[in-house]
T-cell receptor
Framework: KAGVTQTPRYLIKTRGQQVTLSCSPISGHRSVSWYQQTPGQGLQFLFEYFSETQRNKGNFPGRFSGRQFSNSRSEMNVSTLELGDSALYLC???????????????FGPGTRLTVL | AQSVTQLDSHVSVSEGTPVLLRCNYSSSYSPSLFWYVQHPNKGLQLLLKYTSAATLVKGINGFEAEFKKSETSFHLTKPSAHMSDAAEYFCVVSAGNQFYFGTGTSLTVIP
């Protein structure tokens, strides 16, 4: 089974621009979560989607948004980029976290976003 | 409320000596607990998970963790460190449909 894939792997943008990151979950997985990882703040939860609906949202401004398609693929968008948005963005998929405690998350390699 | 505390931000051990990475959790529910490892510039890989079947959980690469409810701990251990174990380790508690990550422990292995 193919793992979680994220595209692109690296991205360089300038302040004020917007960016879209893509995540393809493991086949059959319906839940996709997004995380931001920075040296200062560690791993922070952005949001989780299940069956095209956002089920959970972390404490990030509205500039961060996401969506999920019917094939479970997910995108996240960051508008009006700021220098502080430079981070590794990780996507994780699971079958359904509510189906039982054995549904661990499987992580992709991440997208490294640099904002200049 | 759910939370995870990793008691050491950095741990340094010599190759061949035991590894102990400490984790305490707080959970309103009977928790599911995980340890993930992240090598430089890589995503997170699951090491092991506790889901109430057994208190001593064995994972990959010789790691294991013991769930101690009375101490609300889930410490990660390995009898003998290898150079390839150098990485960042995250303790995670799962509640409902959300994962709560600790701040991570950076493990250095000295040759």
């Amino acid at each position: 089974k193919a793992g979680v894939t994220q595209t692109p792997r690296y991205l360089i943008k300038t302040r004020g621009q917007q960016v879209t990151l893509s995540c393809s979950p493991i086949s059959g997985h319906r839940s996709v979560s997004w995380y931001q990882q920075t040296p200062g703040q560690g791993l922070q939860f952005l949001f989780e989607y299940f069956s095209e609906t956002q089920r959970n949202k972390g404490n990030f401004p509205g500039r961060f948004s996401g969506r999920q398609f019917s094939n479970s693929r997910s995108e996240m968008n960051v508008s009006t980029l700021e220098l502080g948005d430079s981070a590794l963005y990780l996507c994780a998929s699971s079958a359904d976290p509510l189906a039982g405690p054995w549904n661990e998350q499987f992580f992709g390699p991440g997208t490294r976003l640099t904002v200049l | 409320a759910q939370s995870v505390t990793q008691l050491d931000s950095h741990v340094s051990v010599s190759e061949g000596t035991p590894v102990l990475l400490r984790c305490n959790y707080s959970s309103s529910y009977s928790p599911s607990l995980f340890w993930y490892v992240q090598h430089p510039n890589k995503g997170l890989q699951l090491l092991l998970k506790y889901t109430s079947a057994a208190t001593l959980v064995k994972g990959i690469n010789g790691f294991e963790a013991e769930f101690k409810k009375s101490e609300t701990s889930f410490h990660l251990t390995k009898p003998s460190a290898h150079m390839s174990d150098a990485a960042e380790y995250f303790c995670v508690v799962s509640a409902g449909n959300q994962f709560y990550f600790g701040t991570g422990t950076s493990l250095t292995v000295i040759p």
